[in-house]
């Protein structure tokens, strides 16, 4: 029992470490072989020394091999009939509260956020929203988001951000749509202090 419980971990860290990249198919074949090799001696030498010890003739190295062969093609049945991990199902992330003013079937990520009087613009992968709301308030329902104030009337997510650009002594953030968000004096000292730029 101890010799096959080794044999088949053995032959799983050497398929497992070797033939990793391989189809499934080729692997338990791999497997299967690796198994036969590694368990069908061990066998047939056990299988020898309890023989000649109760005085009868062992059996031939291929008739065990029967043995070791059926042995290594169920556990490798056995190995496909493991349940698969139970991560079928589609892990969302969560969404922020303004998604709910959204259009319904909205599907996308916001990018940014920008003021114009007392509407705010909610720019998406999927197009622009105009929601009315206060800008502190349309922020504060980006929660869990991660993102930051670039200027008075700009929010942009951290997620968003492809890179920073400077023109003529003005620094902006070019965001995954190519929208240039202005980056002000005021809001310039956090942003450096968070690593956003």
Same mark, same amino acid.
């Given at each position: ?5 080794v044999?088949?971990?053995? *032959? !799983?860290?050497l398929?497992?470490? #070797?033939? @990793?990249?391989?189809? %499934?198919? &080729? =692997? /338990?074949?791999?497997?299967?072989? $690796?198994?036969l ?14 023989c000649?010890?109760s ?10 091999g029967?043995?070791?062969a ?19 199902e ?9 998604? *709910? !003013?959204?259009p319904?079937?909205? #599907?996308? @990520?916001?990018?940014? %956020?920008? &003021? =114009? /009087?007392?509407?705010?613009?909610? $720019?998406?992968?999927?197009?622009t929203y105009?929601?009315r709301?206060?800008f502190t308030?349309?922020?504060a ?13 700009h929010?942009?997510?951290d ?6 650009q400077?023109n003529?002594g ?16 005021k809001?310039k000292p956090?942003?450096?202090e968070?690593?956003?730029?």
């Amino acid at each position: 029992m101890i010799l096959a419980v080794v044999a088949t971990w053995g *032959s !799983r860290q050497l398929v497992k470490d #070797r033939l @990793d990249h391989v189809g %499934l198919t &080729v =692997r /338990d074949v791999a497997f299967a072989l $690796v198994i036969l090799v590694l368990f069908t001696p061990a066998l047939w030498i056990l299988t020898w020394i309890l023989c000649a010890a109760s005085g009868h003739d062992a059996p031939g190295l291929l008739a065990v091999g029967t043995y070791g062969a059926l042995f290594s093609t169920g556990l490798v049945l056995v190995s496909k009939g493991e349940a698969p991990p139970e991560n079928d199902e589609v892990i969302e992330a969560p969404q922020p509260r303004l998604v *709910s !003013r959204l259009p319904d079937g909205f #599907r996308g @990520d916001i990018l940014r %956020l920008a &003021v =114009r /009087d007392h509407y705010v613009d909610v $720019v998406t992968t999927s197009g622009t929203y105009t929601i009315r709301s206060r800008f502190t308030d349309a922020i504060a329902e980006m929660e869990p988001i991660s993102g930051h104030c670039t200027h008075r009337s700009h929010w942009v997510t951290d997620a968003a951000i492809l890179e920073i650009q400077k023109n003529n002594g003005k620094t902006y953030l070019r965001l995954r749509n190519d929208d240039l968000v202005p980056v002000s004096r005021k809001y310039k000292p956090k942003l450096e202090e968070d690593g956003v730029i």
